[in-house]
């Protein structure tokens, strides 16, 4: 399978941009992950880190799902991978964790970002609020940060790949 990957058009409006550098920088993340095997995907290979490409696909997994389900549209949708006892469960992968699970649960929460998100316009707040601050953010800021977010891991996931099989591109 070969990830395709597509910039938005030069002229799109500003809703048809943030969301098509959300789908590119999504689909940055999978191509980065794409051909390697379970346990490369398992594999730290950035020292002193313990970074992984599973561990950044859980994440935003847990990214998505708290932007767009907890967040936006106020869901009461619980961690996936972390909890209380264990902070960074998300970036802790184990033998037993597969790239299918991790996928599965990262597409999921994909698909309910966009459902979520095609309800409110740019200038809506969300429903909810931020865990840590009690803050309420509008959609346009909401997309923008998860452009930022998915950019800043793609740089992370770029150093990862290529130290575990040579692999570059943008």
Not at 33 to 52: F, I, M, Y
Not at 59 to 75: D, G
Not at 144 to 161: F, K, S, V
Request: hydrophobic letters at 35%.
């Amino acid at each position: 399978m070969t990830t395709e990957r597509r910039e938005p058009d030069t002229d799109a409006d500003e809703r048809t941009m943030l969301e098509g550098w959300i789908e590119y920088h999504r689909q940055t993340l999978a191509w980065k992950c794409e051909g390697l095997t379970d346990e490369q995907l398992r594999t730290a290979s950035v020292s002193p880190s313990g970074l992984t490409l599973m561990g950044l696909v859980r994440h935003m997994a847990e990214v998505e799902r708290s932007w767009y389900r907890r967040v936006l549209a106020a869901e009461d949708a619980g961690p996936i991978y972390y909890s209380d006892a264990n902070p960074d469960g998300e970036f802790r992968v184990t033998a037993s964790d597969t790239w299918q699970e991790a996928r599965a649960s990262w597409q999921a929460e994909i698909e309910a970002a966009r459902r979520n998100a095609a309800g409110f316009s740019l200038d809506d707040m969300g429903r909810g609020k931020h865990a840590r601050t009690g803050e309420r953010f509008n959609l346009r800021w909401i997309h923008t940060h998860m452009i930022e977010e998915y950019a800043r891991h793609n740089g992370h996931a770029d150093l990862i790949r290529e130290c575990l099989d040579g692999a570059t591109g943008d």
